[in-house]
């Protein structure tokens, strides 16, 4: 049984849980809160809902010295209104607990209301990492005594581009400190953060060992005629499976002129697709990149060579517009899809005299393609061509010591954007791109052209 009795908690805590009526732990506070105790180091593959917030909250209050009035634990997160709701989780763990003094200091907040909590130091800080940053560099906030950081939601807020920032803090606080890192999900940047800060942490993960196992990919081939290629693939792309709206959709054509025709006319049918290809400037290839993985762009249509370097996230779904000329590359294209622990969908659109490619891949394969009718009934239901997330450009970026956190508070901020509707911020040397939940787009647009970032104006404008 999972019950909190076998930790060997304090008395105030055990009581808050029973007032909390936690009787179990989750599988996340089960597999982690002996190390956290520990003052062990963690990486913990949590998704909000999974009762993270306690497992680390009960190990930084199981630590705190209430006596000692210094900050002795700092819990990083990405947005405001997470900071707030972790803030509040805290106050209500410590409630047995005299005297906690837990602080939330957030970006596009006002400096001196903060200022002034400052003047005694709390005993938790919980806040968004350029503010908290901006305090310990003004010398506000003491970071001498913190035995625990936390990051709380690490993947987004490495997408919000705040690694600086952390890395900066990091260099700022006590040496030995234990490290917790939550994150959603694992990509490259997380397992190199957690290098970087954490030493031999202990790891978690709550799926079960059959559901972290390789990545599967189902591979299906449907035969097409040359002119009804197109339909075809509009059709996938619209209920591709049951209406998973965290489609994202990489199409691969074996020409340049094919990968332009193809995502002008999935443009023209409503869908927020872009084409990469070997032609393009540096520059609109950046702006592609940074589109489709803050989400602003759901189908990529790329050649083969210009997806060789693409450093993104496998895809639920990869589609052949045409059969690979050869079986290697073939391979390379469905290995664009598969995540681990789901199957990933690879189709192939095949033409009648495309066939002995096909038959070539069967044969190197060694297994019999899977062949499916297309079926063109009216796609009922709702359909994914929208992407969730337009992009923004700022004309201004790190040259002008423009950083994530500006941009999160000048929206954030008097603006009074929620944190939820901002997605990923790219900051690149002379630009910076910040995605926005779609409906929001064009009030956030007025806002930053009318408002200020870092006091100053810049010209902004969306791209569609
Ligand atoms: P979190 O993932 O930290 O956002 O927590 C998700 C929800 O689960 C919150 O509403 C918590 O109050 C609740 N919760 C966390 N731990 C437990 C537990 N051991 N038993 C019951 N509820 C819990």
């Not at 763990?93 to 005694?120: R, Y």
């Not at 310990?136 to 990051?151: E, F, I, M, N, W």
Request: glycine content about 8%; overall charge neutral.
């Amino acid at each position: 049984m999972d019950t909190f009795d076998a930790l060997s908690l304090r008395e105030e805590l055990l009581s808050s849980l029973a007032t909390l009526g936690y009787a179990r732990m989750t599988p996340v506070q089960a597999q982690s809160l002996p190390a956290v105790l520990a003052g062990r180091d963690v990486i913990a593959q949590a998704q909000t809902g999974s009762g993270k917030t306690a497992a680390f909250g009960l190990g930084v209050l199981q630590a705190l010295d209430v006596s000692l009035v210094r900050m002795q634990a700092l819990v990083l997160c990405p947005t405001r209104e997470l900071a707030d709701q972790v803030s509040k989780v805290l106050r209500k763990l410590a409630a047995a607990i005299p005297n906690v003094k837990v602080l939330t200091l957030c970006g596009g907040m006002p400096l001196g209301p903060q200022l002034a909590s400052l003047s005694h130091d709390p005993h938790i800080v919980v806040g968004t990492p350029g503010r908290v940053q901006e305090h310990l560099k003004r010398g506000s906030l003491h970071a001498g005594a913190v035995r625990t950081l936390v990051l709380d939601e690490a993947d987004r807020m490495l997408d919000m581009g705040f690694a600086d920032a952390i890395d900066d803090i990091v260099k700022r606080i006590a040496k030995h400190h234990q490290t917790l890192l939550f994150s959603a999900t694992w990509p490259a940047a997380i397992r190199e953060a957690s290098t970087r800060l954490q030493h031999d942490p202990v790891q978690v993960t709550v799926q079960t060992d059959e559901v972290a196992a390789a990545p599967a990919i189902e591979q299906r081939f449907i035969e097409v005629e040359p002119t009804r290629k197109a339909d075809a693939l509009a059709q996938l792309l619209t209920r591709p499976r049951g209406g998973d709206d965290s489609l994202q959709a990489l199409v691969f054509c074996n020409m340049r002129r094919d990968v332009d025709a193809v995502a002008h006319e999935l443009d023209q049918r409503g869908f927020s697709a872009l084409a990469l290809h070997g032609d393009m400037e540096q520059r609109d290839r950046e702006e592609v990149l940074v589109r489709f993985a803050n989400r602003s762009c759901n189908v990529l249509v790329a050649t083969d060579v210009a997806a060789r370097g693409l450093d993104i996230a496998a895809l639920p779904l990869v589609v052949s517009y045409d059969v690979a000329h050869d079986p290697d590359t073939h391979t390379h294209r469905i290995g664009r899809t598969g995540r681990a622990g789901e199957t990933g969908l690879a189709i192939t659109l095949c033409t009648p005299r495309e066939r002995p490619k096909a038959a070539n891949i069967e044969q190197i394969s060694g297994e019999p393609l899977a062949w499916h009718p297309l079926k063109l009934a009216a796609a009922a239901g709702k359909t994914l061509q929208l992407a969730p997330m337009r992009t923004l450009v700022i004309d201004a970026g790190r040259r002008d010591k423009l950083r994530p956190g500006d941009i999160v508070g000048a929206l954030t901020g008097e603006a009074g954007m929620d944190g939820a509707d901002l997605g990923k911020i790219d900051v690149y040397a002379t630009r910076a791109y910040v995605a926005i939940a779609r409906d929001q787009a064009k009030q956030a647009l007025s806002r930053l052209r009318s408002g200020r970032i870092k006091g100053r104006s810049f010209r902004v404008r969306a791209l569609d």
